[in-house]
Nanobody, 115 residues
């Protein structure tokens, strides 16, 4: 079993920044694929960014150039740096890990972009 816990969400004005963190109960982010998903109000969950090993990250078009996914050196922390936030980025953000250990999701953290 792997537990994932997100933090760093909150309310920010348009144009602002937030850094989401995800802490895993074991060093899973160096194996398989790690990623961030989000679910806007009334909409389906969507992939925001993911990364497998040292392969270049994959981003949804709407966040390219604004968001950056990264992992900590100990491979049990993952981050999502979000810059130039827009109201349409408002959502619950989830971190995920997919590997031979299984598929795991965090509980989510709310991000609200509003003036």
């Amino acid at each position: 079993q792997v537990q994932l816990v997100e933090s760093g969400g909150g309310t920010v004005q348009p144009g602002g920044s937030l850094r989401l963190s995800c802490v895993a109960s074991r060093s899973v982010f160096s194996i398989g694929t790690m990623g961030w998903y989000r679910q806007p109000p009334g909409k389906e969950r969507e992939l925001v960014a993911d990364m497998t090993g040292s392969i270049s990250p994959n981003y949804v078009d709407s966040v390219k150039g604004r968001f950056t996914i990264s992992r900590g050196s100990a491979n049990f922390k993952m981050y999502l740096q979000m810059n130039s936030l827009k109201p349409e980025d408002t959502a619950v953000y989830y971190c995920t890990s997919r590997s031979y250990l299984g598929n795991y999701w965090g509980q989510g953290t709310q991000v609200t972009v509003s003036s």
